[in-house]
């Protein structure tokens, strides 16, 4: 299957810093990208979807400006988290369509990116 | 609006022994419907999905699904559990335009 690399898996930050989670898909163009949040135990929350070459979609109650996501190019994808604070800390998983790859309803996720704001 | 259900928390079986994973959904139109395993700090993996065709699908690793619109259930199913099954388990409904909408998770564990 297609996939999709998430860097970094780890991060640890002071709050009030951002933190910037790179999306990248490695063996195809990813058309759509979406961006999940899980807490520990819980489901994945979409934040939002983003479309390469236009504004991310954002999901009702999470704020666009604290969240920024960039969609540059067909295999790239990045969530800046600005002005990080403890509440931020979270799981946060990426997952990517399209392109030769594009299986009807399939998406292909990243490993994930876990952050710790102190 | 499209949601999908996993009345499970957990679920607890012996190795050997067959397991299910229930799920349920609703939907306003035909569903599209996956299956994916999360492993500790990781990311999700497919494990099946059902677009349209056979009812029961076939998958990664041994699982299956079945797919019953009359119940509107996809319910998650090996016939022999492995202790390297043990995971946690989401079902998924897909709505128009790729979004995705995720069950809350079952954790599945496998006893030796």
């Known amino acids: 299957g297609a996939v999709v690399s998430q860097h970094p898996s780890r991060v640890i930050c002071k709050s009030g810093t951002s933190v910037k989670i790179e999306c990248r898909s490695l063996?195809?163009?990813?058309?759509?990208m979406f961006w999940y949040r899980q807490f520990p135990k819980q489901s994945l929350m979409l934040m939002a979807t983003?479309?390469?070459?236009?504004?991310?979609?954002?999901e009702q109650g999470v704020e666009k400006d604290k969240f920024l996501i960039n969609h540059a190019s067909l295999t790239l994808s990045t969530l800046t988290v600005t002005s990080a604070h403890p509440e931020d800390s979270s799981f946060y998983i990426c997952?990517?369509?399209?392109?030769?790859?594009?299986?009807?309803?399939?998406?292909?996720f990243g490993e994930g990116s876990r952050l710790t704001v102190l | 609006a499209q949601s999908v259900a996993q009345p499970e928390d957990q679920v607890n079986v012996a190795e050997g022994n067959p397991l299910t994973v229930k799920c349920t959904y609703s939907?306003?139109?035909?569903?599209?419907l996956f299956w994916y395993v999360q492993y500790p700090n990781r990311g999700l993996q497919f494990l099946l999905k059902y677009i349209t065709g056979d009812n029961l699908v076939k998958g990664s690793y041994g699982f299956e699904a079945e797919f019953n619109k009359s119940q509107t259930s996809f319910h998650l199913k090996k016939p022999s559990a492995l202790v390297s099954d043990s995971a946690l388990y989401f079902c998924?409904?897909?709505?128009?335009?790729?979004?995705?909408?995720f069950g809350a998770g079952t954790r599945l564990f496998v006893k030796a």
């Open positions: 997952s990517a369509r399209g392109g030769l790859a594009d299986i009807p309803g399939e998406l292909f």
């Open positions: 939907v306003s139109g035909n569903p599209y």
């Open positions: 983003s479309n390469e070459g236009s504004k991310a979609t954002y």
């Open positions: 063996d195809f163009q990813a058309t759509t």
């Open positions: 998924a409904v897909r709505e128009g335009g790729f979004k995705t909408i």
